[in-house]
């Protein structure tokens, strides 16, 4: 009976110490996990992939450092996935604290891209292949704006540059140049690009959420509002899953790389409760 | 020839039936502008929408993309407008026969949200109903909700231990009402503090709940007879940002042990953190909010939770007072009611092709 | 007077904040911007002022009696002035009166939020993971049938989450979500109902002036 | 191992660091980094109310403008300060009086509207409401059991009649859905603070330390 009251009394500290080191060991030694894809992400990634030459895929890029850990990898593998399909991209946040994060996404993919393309039509270019429109406060002029004329909402883009000298902004004035909108956003900013964009100008949305929020989204997805979804670190893994196996693109799986450390770390959690019921289940018997 | 076929094959349909009028339900200075779309709607870039108040030049005031059937357009009210829509494909653009003149005014009533204030006066005047009887003094019968039992108990362990009571009141702002059933219940523990000597801490993270906070825990000790006992000091305000409040309370329930936790308010993802140090410092705990996402953590790691509405059942049955048991009763009528409406509904919705749904917009 | 002129304050805006709602009119409309933005904003900041008084208040008074912990007093207080000097006067991006970097070292409001209140906020986030493994170990008892059943939902949620779930059964992740999309969704409705009904009554007994709590009065009559 | 030479790297690693330290047992490292957390927020928010509310919406208006209206909300205002003397300390109750009433009213219709009747509108069983589940004629079974978990689920929190009998049943079987959601919803915050513990880790073990990538 020794071991039963032992177990009993594990320290709280332990219990750290084991969780910590089961979610850091995968993390030194990473390794990727095969990932079944779900029909939600699916469904994203083909709209993503069927936005049509001519148009152009806008990605609202808005979180904060601390729902970082979720949706940055999904920022990453959506930039990773235009740029290889040489998709026109457009990115944009509606606050002003999300623009350094969506500035570091994209110069790292860029360079990415760039590092490896030889000729000068391979490489991404700014003004041709993709622009960064920036931040216009408050939200609702962006997104109600941007179904007339985007020139006229963001005048400037994020360096300074008049959006109508630039190439890009020539071919893509309006929503009707948009293929699809994906907004990554731990709050309200998707339910606001369905509210009025796509109510008003038929705008096409995708979404990219947390996990925490994932349970009110999926009555969008439900009714066809959503053309895909995202929730989570577990999303953005199905995501880069999808691009590997469908474009072959052979970069660093943030979110993949997670998985491992996340299995173990639910497994500890699930291995705790049962430990602590059998122990509190012997004590009652013996009392 | 060539002429007419090449007019013919570069002319486009004009969009045909343009309607305009008043946005109903609406402050005015509102027009919506309906039309059918042209059939050459696949190739066009968009409809372009003209309006002149003379009738003679049109200015152009709005765009949409095709395959779109209205707009709404904002005007001035009482001025007189007329309407045209164009399809437009690059530089090409057909015009359509200008709408008959309109004029947009506001509204004093938006007919859309009738069905909110007739369940607003029906579930109010059931409310007041119960109220005015309880007031007459009417027996009314409430079951027993179990967590309320604890919270006699867990004071009582607390005063046996000549340890503190550490209450929470969760971190909403003051109109939050499971932050007003907090205050309710926190009167209550605060009397019982007054009459056993037990020390009470009550950290705060919202300004103006700490001032009402303030005033309620005085009242209780002077509703005892204890004004003296009242420490002001017991009551005070940390920080107004959610971590730095979660770490200072844990910080107290580490240093002052205290017996027994009240979680008791409004709450978000820092409600793990305060009842799982709680429960390693082994004090008693009672929580309760109506904040659904943070009510799994609090019904593992505490000792009894009020889920919900027993939150605020537990504020009435506290406080033992005719007109909130009242309004309890009320509200019982309120859920027979949702069932009753759930039933009839589904019957009407299942037998009947009646768009029921829209009722309930 | 204490009593009847603060209920009557509350009954004229409670009914005033309610009259937008049905009637769109721009008279009606306006009036309740112009209360929103500039009586009820000002009068949050005052309410913001008030409150640290008390903080600080609380503070001095630690250090003045050497309480317990009073040391650490000095580093909030401190915090606070040098935050609050940056801040005010370096403007919030850096386009105050004071400079915000010396040579390339930036040290201006938004660059102290992103280095020094997030990382802190975030870890207190990052602990709730540890929490929530002590949670699991020493709170999540199969106490009654209820609690077995919230277990075992919570179980197939976490395996059906994860890759190592679809290998144990493809059904597995389609389960979890079945159970995300039905059961849970009938259970939370059921708890909202109550709640939304319980919020309606109290904010009417608020306006009417039967709930007086908020008047320090403990409630009652 | 390539550390990190950003100076506000370090200084971000080592307050997570001391916060992390309070896992351990709260020490002195932990109260600094509390203290330090508390003061630097509320350092911030007072630049943030003072910038973006009190000078645009108070003092601009007030004193350069001179639109002498501002008077009232500023005296209001002022208010607040006569909890600090006691005589006349039930002035404090005029703002809180404005402030709840304004709050309190408008929750009224926004709480009926979105709390109520929305989610009786995708509760009641309809042919619209079976296909919204796009799970062909399983929507069905999907809607009924919703509709019968919603009412058992609101018969648990019925007060007015002692849970026995019928009533027993029905709010033994609302109990069932409340704990199935509870623990469904419990699984997936699990999965969200699990990520958000994973994403410091490779901050600090990436970013700061360069152990990996």
Redesign the interface.
């Known amino acids: 009976m020794k071991i039963i009251d032992k177990l009993a009394k594990i320290d709280r500290r332990i219990i750290y110490l084991i969780l910590a080191v089961v979610v850091i060991l995968p993390m030194i030694f990473p390794s990727v996990l095969r990932v079944r894809v779900m029909p939600p992400v699916e469904k994203l990634f083909h709209a993503v992939d069927n936005v049509p030459k001519e148009k152009a895929l806008i990605i609202d890029f808005d979180y904060a450092p601390q729902t970082a850990p979720e949706l940055e990898p999904m920022g990453f593998a959506l930039l990773r996935h235009a740029f290889r399909k040489r998709t026109k991209v457009l990115i944009l946040s509606l606050y002003v604290q999300m623009l350094g994060l969506a500035q570091n996404a994209l110069t790292e993919v860029i360079e990415e891209f760039n590092s490896v393309a030889e000729t000068n039509t391979d490489s991404i270019i700014y003004g041709r292949d993709y622009v960064f429109l920036g931040w216009v406060p408050p939200p609702i002029i962006p997104i109600l704006g941007m179904g007339e004329s985007i020139t006229n909402v963001y005048q400037v883009d994020y360096y300074g540059n008049r959006t109508d000298t630039l190439p890009l902004m020539k071919e893509i004035k309006n929503y009707n140049n948009v293929g699809l909108l994906v907004s990554l956003s731990g709050s309200d900013p998707p339910e606001w690009w369905i509210a009025y964009a796509q109510n008003r100008f038929g705008l096409q949305v995708g979404a990219g959420v947390t996990a925490v929020s994932a349970s009110k989204y999926f009555s969008y997805y439900q009714t066809g509002q959503f053309s895909g979804l995202m929730v989570g670190m577990k999303g953005a893994a199905e995501y880069e899953e999808m691009i590997e196996k469908e474009l072959a693109i052979k970069s660093r799986r943030i979110a993949s790389e997670a998985l491992p450390p996340l299995t173990y770390a639910h497994l500890v959690i699930m291995v705790f409760i049962v430990i602590g019921n059998i122990s509190f289940l012997m004590q009652r018997r013996k009392k | 020839m060539t002429l007419i076929l090449l007019a013919g094959l570069f002319a486009l349909a004009p969009p045909t039936g343009v309607r305009a009028y008043d946005t109903p339900d609406d402050g005015g200075g509102a027009i919506i502008i309906e039309w059918q779309i042209s059939q050459d709607d696949q190739i066009l870039d968009g409809y372009e929408i003209y309006r002149s108040d003379n009738g003679i030049d049109f200015e152009k005031v709005g765009f949409i993309g095709k395959g779109r059937t209205t707009i709404e357009d904002e005007t001035n009210d009482g001025v007189k407008y007329l309407y045209k829509v164009a399809a437009i494909s690059d530089t090409i653009r057909a015009y359509s026969e200008p709408s008959a003149e309109v004029m947009s005014y506001p509204q004093w009533i938006n007919r859309n949200k009738i069905n909110i204030f007739v369940a607003f006066f029906i579930f109010g005047g059931i409310i007041l109903y119960f109220i005015y009887h309880a007031r007459k003094g009417k027996e009314l019968f409430i079951r027993k909700i179990a967590g309320l039992q604890a919270i006699d108990d867990a004071v009582g362990r607390a005063t046996e231990m000549g340890k503190p009571i550490l209450y929470v009141p969760g971190i909403g702002y003051i109109d939050y009402i499971a932050t007003i059933a907090s205050l309710n219940i926190l009167g209550e523990v605060a009397k019982k503090c007054a009459e056993y000597e037990t020390k009470l801490i009550n950290p705060h993270i919202d300004p103006i709940v700490y001032t009402v906070a303030r005033e309620v825990v005085k009242e209780s000790y002077t509703k005892v007879g204890r004004p003296d006992a009242f420490d002001p000091d017991s009551v005070y305000f940390i920080t107004d940002l959610q971590f730095a409040y979660a770490a200072a309370v844990d910080g107290i329930m580490v240093r002052e042990k205290p017996a027994t936790n009240f979680l008791v308010g409004w709450f978000r993802a820092e409600s793990l953190i305060l009842a799982e140090t709680g429960a390693s410092a082994g004090a008693i705990q009672i929580a309760g909010t109506d904040q659904v996402s943070q009510l799994p953590f609090f019904v593992t790691a505490c000792d009894y939770t009020l889920i919900g509405e027993e939150l605020y059942a537990a504020s009435a049955y506290i406080n033992r007072d005719p007109l909130l048991l009242g309004a309890i009763k009320g509200q019982d009528w309120g859920k027979l009611i949702i069932g009753a409406i759930l039933l009839a509904a589904s019957v009407i919705g299942i037998i009947t092709k009646f768009p029921i749904l829209n009722l309930f917009r | 007077m204490k009593r009847t002129f603060p209920l009557f304050l509350v009954l004229i805006f409670g009914i005033f904040a309610l009259l937008p709602y049905i009637i769109p009119h721009p008279i009606i409309q306006n009036t309740d911007e112009l209360l929103r933005n500039n009586l009820l904003k000002i009068l949050s900041a005052f309410a913001l002022v008030l409150g640290l008084g008390s903080l600080l208040k609380v503070h001095t008074d630690k250090i003045k009696r050497k309480r317990e912990n009073w040391e650490y007093s000095w580093v909030l207080i401190m915090t606070f002035i040098i935050t609050s000097i940056i801040g005010l006067f370096g403007g919030v991006s850096g386009t105050g009166i004071l400079p915000t970097s010396i040579g390339s070292f930036p040290f201006d409001i938004q660059t102290i939020y992103f280095n020094v209140v997030v990382p802190l906020g975030s870890t207190m986030f990052a602990m709730l993971a540890f929490f929530m493994a002590s949670a699991a170990y020493r709170a999540f008892r199969a106490r009654s049938t209820e609690a077995t059943l919230l277990l075992i939902a919570g179980f197939i949620v976490m395996l059906g989450v994860l890759p190592l779930g679809n290998r144990i059964s493809p059904h597995l992740p389609s389960f979890a979500q079945w159970i995300m999309d039905v059961p849970n969704v009938a259970g939370q409705r059921g708890i909202l109902f109550g709640v939304a009904l319980g919020a309606v009554a109290t904010s009417l007994k608020i306006i009417l002036g039967i709930e007086r709590s908020w008047l320090g009065g403990g409630g009652g009559k | 191992m390539s550390l990190s030479v950003d ?3 370090w ?3 080592l ?2 660091l001391a ?2 330290s ?5 020490n002195p490292f ?25 000078v645009p ?2 003092f601009n208006p007030l004193f350069r403008q001179g639109q002498l209206l ?1 008077i ?3 005296v ?3 208010l ?2 006569t ?2 003397i006691p005589k006349i300390g ?1 002035l ?22 979105a ?15 079976f296909a ?3 799970a062909g004629s399983w929507g069905i079974l ?1 809607s009924v ?10 018969s ?8 026995k009998g019928v009533l027993g049943a029905t709010s033994r079987i ?30 600090l ?1 990436g970013d700061w330390l360069g ?3």
């Open positions: 100076p506000w790297i200084i971000g690693a307050f997570s916060i992390f309070f896992l351990y047992k709260d932990y109260r600094v980094a509390e203290h330090v957390f508390v003061g630097a927020a509320n350092g911030y928010a007072v630049t943030f109310y003072w910038h973006n509310v009190l919406a108070l501002f009232i909300p500023f209001i205002g002022i607040y300060f909890r600090f039930w404090l109750r005029i703002p809180i009086g404005i402030y709840i009433g304004y709050y309190v009213g408008a929750s009224i219709p926004a709480y009926i509207q709390f109520i009747i929305k989610q009786v509108q995708g509760t009641i069983l309809t042919p619209q409401n919204s589940w796009s999907w059991i919703l509709f019968a978990g919603v009412l058992c689920t609101l648990y929190f019925y007060f007015s009649k002692e849970h609302g109990t069932i859905f409340i704990m199935i959601g509870f623990g469904a919803a419990f699984g997936y915050t699990v999965m969200a603070r699990v990520s958000l513990l994973i994403g410091r880790l490779q901050f073990l152990i990996i990538r």
